[in-house]
């Protein structure tokens, strides 16, 4: 093997990586949110170690004019390089033997970024999916996503801080910003947790609560919620 292909920084980007970059090279902010597409995205992990551990599942759904399309979703299981029993497949409920029957990232992640097309990529605490997707796309596909992302946890901070201000001058700094806590707080349909595609269904319903809660309170463009983001650390 040549040396240029084993070192990801030195390979040629793969067509989707090429392709994921021209989609993004004249990207504006200046629209309505209600005129970008949104895919709303959560990984299940074998851990949380950044250098070891690996992606075993992406689950996904697309937004489009503000509404969940049902109809696409994206949601694989993947068969890691370490496929030995440990507390993260207990916890997500996944099995070694369907990690084994499960394709590896090389085939699961070029559908993926195909699937993301020229979305704004969300997720809660989305900073860990973007770590671990750019990982896997480096090592495989010689390049990272473009895709500018958005943090529903940061954002419920930010509504959350907000509110505060306006009706109660200070926040209780020790409430919860756990996906499965805020959506019902805000009382919104539930899913069943640690599934990638059910975590990813309960995180669009709580990005669509916000971005509405934002929109009331003049968030109109993407422009206008990265200004916020500033000062309220809204997105990443």
């Not at 989707?16 to 970008?36: C, D, H, K, T, W």
Request: overall charge neutral.
């Amino acid at each position: 093997m040549k040396l240029f292909e084993k070192i990801p920084w030195l390979r040629k980007p793969h067509p989707v990586i090429q392709r994921n970059r021209e989609l993004f090279a004249e990207f504006s902010q200046a629209r309505p949110l209600g005129e970008y597409t949104f895919v709303v995205c959560d990984t299940e992990l074998t851990g949380l170690n950044r250098r070891r551990d690996e992606i075993i599942s992406i689950g996904a759904v697309r937004i489009v004019n503000l509404q969940i399309e049902l109809s696409q979703t994206f949601h694989e299981y993947i068969r890691p390089e370490n496929i030995d029993p440990n507390e993260a497949t207990l916890v997500h409920r996944i099995t070694p033997q369907q990690l084994v029957a499960a394709p590896p990232m090389e085939e699961v992640l070029p559908r993926f970024v195909e699937f993301l097309g020229d979305a704004l990529l969300v997720g809660h605490f989305v900073g860990i999916d973007m770590h671990f997707l750019n990982k896997a796309c480096r090592r495989t596909l010689g390049g990272t996503l473009s895709n500018p992302s958005v943090d529903t946890m940061r954002l419920a901070r930010g509504y959350k801080e907000a509110c505060c201000r306006d009706f109660y001058g200070r926040c209780d700094t020790s409430t919860s910003y756990n996906l499965d806590d805020l959506s019902r707080e805000f009382n919104l349909p539930r899913f069943k947790p640690h599934d990638a595609l059910e975590d990813a269904l309960q995180t669009a319903y709580l990005f669509l609560f916000l971005v509405k809660k934002l929109k009331d309170g003049g968030i109109r463009t993407l422009k206008d919620l990265y200004r916020s983001g500033r000062t309220l650390g809204l997105v990443s």
